[in-house]
């Protein structure tokens, strides 16, 4: 299995906290990728990151933000949480963006009460 | 909205039959992948097609592109209950090509 781990796994947060999701990486790939998914939306692209401190929004930017200091991680923050951001996180890594394979992290499973 | 559209959204099948589903995207490409999803799991890489072939081989699974279309589809055939899972296509798209978007995708059941 490609080394890449998220943490927590599962978070219960209160509506207005900030939460901060972190993807780890062992495989030294360029490209990481943070998504969310609902069910009957699949999977949608939040935030992705080309390179340290290289990062671009997705589909569904808004109220997220992200950074990348080392190669190996790459943070998800919810400013200020709301219930809409209740879902599975999943974090992925490419070693050359979409002309590769995307690895996927397990997923963190957050609800916000 | 999304790049990637799969067609059905659900599909039950018999063990042994062969499965097919489709995807349908937006804008132009240069790459088109297809992934499978377990029940609470990660998601799994199945293939990669590039815009420049037509058609793409691994073992049981058969993958075909079509760029004049927009769409590409999955074949799994000789199904197994294993196959089980939720299928997913994902698509750069030329004016964005660093993003990888993925579709609603399928869920697959396969009835012993």
């Known amino acids: 299995d490609a080394g890449i781990t998220q943490s927590p796994r599962h978070k219960v947060t209160e509506t207005g906290t900030p939460v901060t999701l972190r993807c780890h990486q062992t495989?030294?790939?360029?490209?990481m990728y943070w998504y969310r998914q609902d069910p009957g939306h699949g999977l949608r692209l939040i935030h992705y990151s080309y390179g340290v401190k290289d990062t671009d929004k997705g589909e569904v930017s808004d109220g997220y933000s992200v950074s990348r200091s080392k190669t190996e991680d790459f943070l998800l923050t919810l400013e200020s949480a709301t219930s809409s951001q209740t879902s599975v996180y999943f974090c992925a890594i490419s070693e050359l963006g979409p002309n590769t394979e995307a690895f996927f992290g397990q997923g963190t499973r957050l609800t916000v009460v | 909205s999304q790049q990637g559209e799969e067609d059905p959204q659900a599909l039950s099948i018999q063990e042994g039959e062969n499965a097919t589903m489709n995807c349908s995207y937006k804008?132009?490409?240069?790459?088109l992948q297809w992934y499978r999803q377990n029940s609470g799991r990660g998601l799994v890489h199945l293939i990669l097609?590039?815009?420049?072939?037509r058609e793409k081989h691994s073992g049981r699974l058969r993958v075909t592109l079509d760029t004049s279309k927009k769409s590409s589809s999955l074949l799994i055939t000789a199904s197994r209950a294993a196959d089980t899972a939720s299928y997913f296509c994902?698509?750069?798209?030329?004016?964005?090509?660093?993003?990888?978007?993925f579709g609603q995708g399928t869920r697959l059941t396969i009835n012993p």
């Open positions: 097609i590039r815009s420049n072939e």
């Open positions: 804008t132009s490409i240069n790459n």
């Open positions: 495989e030294n790939h360029r490209y």
């Open positions: 994902a698509t750069d798209a030329s004016v964005s090509p660093q993003k990888l978007v």
